[in-house]
């Protein structure tokens, strides 16, 4: 598949333990996680103020955590696409 819907680079990417999804990080600020099998978006995370610079996924594939050129890392929970934690400035 080709995976369309970033506004701008994607720069980090990762794949959950049993690769089912991706989760992309761009400079648009965004962060999507993706079905592997059908190739499309199944939820778009907002919140950091720059650049997505790192993604990682939790061991059970429920939630990720992405760091940012804004100086901050998000705690993301994928069920909700809601951040429950913020480091940082």
Known sequence: ???IGH???VVTLGHDRHSNHLITGSFDCSIKLWDCRSGKIVR????HKG???STKFNFLGTQVVTGS????????????GKC???VGT
């Open 1 to 3: 598949h080709t995976l």
């Open 7 to 9: 506004r701008d680079e």
């Open 44 to 47: 778009t995370m907002k919140g």
């Open 51 to 53: 650049g997505i610079s």
């Open 69 to 80: 050129l804004d100086g901050t890392a998000k705690v993301w929970d994928l069920a909700s």
């Open 84 to 86: 429950i934690f913020t």
